[in-house]
């Protein structure tokens, strides 16, 4: 079920450099939020903040908040592996287990779930999952083949069906369309559409044509020099960002004077 995101005032550390600062920001449900930005500004930083996935590197940390529907997930007693089976997460590069069949590759986080389920239900998963992620009628005649056989948007959109498979109330994708081809592209942006029927979606795009057609809410993050923070300077409806920005540094970035 679709879950609503409320940043406040989060500043995130890699040990003592600060990263990204002072981000307040809602992001609405059944819907795609677009993140866009310059390189280094702290797009993924963000993301990865936004699940608890940026703590995994020692002396990474965050300060502020951060509630879906009204609970805070850096809250006391929260563990942050639910956290992450909550707020499902694809990565710019496609990162299934190589060595893992196709079927296994989706199954892994189910049996992780539910250590009973049946061999039955779990089939009748992967598919909805494959179907899901627009990939099952190219994969299901070789369900036991391991995922490294397939092609780039291939895994790319196996890594999605791995990432609903258990059903998560946010789907977070960085970059996930930054090495396809424009059919694969095309492909996961009618996903997304499809998608956000049922998830929070956040993207991270570098692709301008991609924010516009997909999103519905674009933030821009920016970065004053090196060494500064990141932070975000403007965050509003899609349609808004790409005709009318409030902010100059918008419109310089969306129009390609820098970045
Ligand atoms: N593991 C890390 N340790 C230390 N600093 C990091 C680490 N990862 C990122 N940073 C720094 O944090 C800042 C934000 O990086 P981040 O990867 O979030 O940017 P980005 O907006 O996603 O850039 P890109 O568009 O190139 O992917 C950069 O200054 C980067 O060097
Ligand atoms: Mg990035």
């Known amino acids: 079920m679709a879950k609503r995101i409320d940043v406040s005032d989060l500043n995130i550390y890699y040990g003592s450099f600060l990263a990204v600062q002072d981000v307040t920001v809602s992001i609405e449900p059944r819907s795609v939020t677009a993140l866009i930005g310059p390189s280094g500004c702290g797009k993924s930083t963000f993301l990865r903040s936004i699940n608890r996935m940026h703590e995994v590197l020692p002396g990474a940390r965050v300060e502020g908040k951060v509630i879906m529907d009204g609970q805070d997930l850096y ?50 998963l992967v ?71 049922r998830f929070t979606i956040v993207i991270v795009t570098h692709n ?12 821009f993050f920016n970065i004053a020099g090196a060494g500064q923070p990141g932070r975000l300077i403007e965050f509003n409806p899609t349609e808004k960002i790409f005709s009318n920005p409030d902010q100059k540094a918008t419109e310089d970035y969306i129009s390609g004077r820098f970045g």
């Open 75 to 124: 809250g006391p007693g929260v563990d942050p592996v639910d956290v992450r089976r909550q707020i499902g997460m694809v990565f710019q590069r496609p990162n299934p287990f190589p060595t893992m069949s196709i079927y296994d590759n989706v199954a892994a986080g189910l049996r992780l779930n539910n250590k009973k389920i049946s061999k039955s239900d779990l089939d009748g």
């Open 127 to 197: 598919e909805r999952s494959l179907r899901g992620a627009n990939l099952w009628t190219e994969v299901k005649d070789r369900l036991g083949r391991p995922a490294s056989g397939l092609s780039g948007g291939q895994q790319q959109r196996l890594c999605i069906a791995r990432a609903i498979a258990v059903e998560p109330d946010v789907l977070l994708m960085d970059e996930p369309a930054s090495a396809l081809d424009p059919i694969s592209t095309l492909a996961i942006e009618d996903l997304m559409t499809e998608l956000k029927e």
């Open 208 to 219: 301008m044509q991609q924010a516009a057609r997909v999103s519905e809410q674009t933030g």
